[in-house]
């Protein structure tokens, strides 16, 4: 999601995704949940869940923050 790879407003499928991963739609249905939590994606009712459209701001924010997790510390 934040490298584009899936748009802001795509709605995603459990099946769909479960497939495309190979794992099992109770997993996915777990990571949806998890994703929806950390605001990331969008629960609409009778349309299941969609991916949330970011702002430029927030994209920048967390691609620094992935960058700060992978920096090796001085020690």
Same mark, same amino acid.
């Given at each position: 999601?934040?490298?584009? &790879?899936? @748009?802001?407003?795509? $709605?995603?499928?459990? $099946?769909?995704? &479960? *497939? $495309?991963? +190979?794992?099992?739609?109770?997993?996915?249905?777990?990571?949806? #949940?998890?994703?929806?939590?950390?605001?990331?994606?969008?629960?609409? %009712?009778?349309? +299941?869940? @969609?991916?949330?459209?970011?702002? *430029? /701001? @927030?994209? @920048?924010? /967390? #691609?620094? &923050? #992935? /960058?700060? /997790?992978?920096? %090796?510390?001085?020690?």
């Amino acid at each position: 999601m934040y490298r584009g &790879a899936i @748009e802001g407003g795509t $709605s995603l499928r459990e $099946s769909q995704v &479960a *497939e $495309s991963l +190979g794992v099992s739609r109770s997993t996915v249905r777990e990571a949806l #949940h998890v994703l929806t939590a950390e605001g990331l994606l969008v629960r609409r %009712p009778n349309r +299941g869940v @969609e991916v949330r459209v970011l702002t *430029e /701001a @927030e994209i @920048e924010e /967390a #691609h620094l &923050a #992935h /960058a700060k /997790a992978f920096m %090796p510390t001085a020690g």
